[in-house]
């Protein structure tokens, strides 16, 4: 396996170096009424590099100016405004070649997240161009959100860095809700609705993630075992772009001597866990 692209491992700016792809059609009414008619939309993904921060535009065709129209409103992390007659000098491009999806790894794993399980969840429920709109957004917010490594070996610490603190400076925040996981879709309102989706993406994913998490770090041998003082996700029903954390304090092994509890220490104290509901990231500073 050769080495990483230089654009991953070199330090720049957010969003300096993108690869970005399109994922659909998607189907989206033409109005709120009940008979409209349905148009086809698409998703057009834009992926951070460096930072693996990720945008989310809804596009209304696969043509060549609409994909120039949100390349231009890619303003994050930009320094300067783009000028569209300035684009062949500022820009460098590089292409894939075709039927070869694994070269996109960085985008393709972006897709899947949000396409598969949006697909899945949405079912035959139509949303309007707007409503899409929205929850991608806030899909977004829930890619931008997960962690990525921890940001200090304090044991006090429990802060982790996320794609957001690249593009904003902090971690972000989501505004409290009812939850509407147990109400029928057809009793809600269409913000409602675009709640409803947001929130049950939010639990599949955030399963998906600590489960890929678990996959990365599962040892078959003792080389790399836990050990006090890691920072880990602990596994429950957290609140949207809510990551429960908590460090390592004791390890409490078996008569065989696998530790399969651990206890550990989070900001509202200590808490008993067992080894399959934790999740230590995938990256030590």
Sequence with gaps: ?????????????????????????????????????LLKAYLCVFVCSASKAVHLEVVGDLVLKEFWRHLLDLRLGAAYPVQFDLIAELITWYFNPPGAPHFGGLFESAVKSAKSLLSRIIGEQRLT??????????????????????????????????????????????????????????????????????QHFWRKWNNLYLHQLQMRNKWFSDANPPKVGDLVLIKEDNLPLKWRRGRIEEMLPGKDGVVRVVILRTQSGKITRPVVKICRLPIDT
């Design 129 to 198: 161009y707007e409503e899409l709109s929205t929850v991608f957004a806030r899909i977004e917010a829930v890619l931008n959100s997960r962690p990525l490594c921890p940001l200090s070996h304090d044991s006090n610490e429990f802060e982790v860095l996320t794609p957001a603190h690249l593009l904003i400076g902090k971690s972000l925040l989501a505004v409290p809700e009812y939850d509407w996981d147990e109400t029928p879709m057809s009793r809600l309102s269409r913000f409602q609705v675009v709640q409803a989706i947001s």
């Design 1 to 37: 396996m050769s080495d990483l692209p230089a654009d991953r491992v070199t330090s720049s700016g957010v969003f300096n170096t993108v690869q970005t792809d399109f994922a659909g059609p998607f189907f989206v009414k033409a109005s709120k009424l009940r008979n409209a008619k």
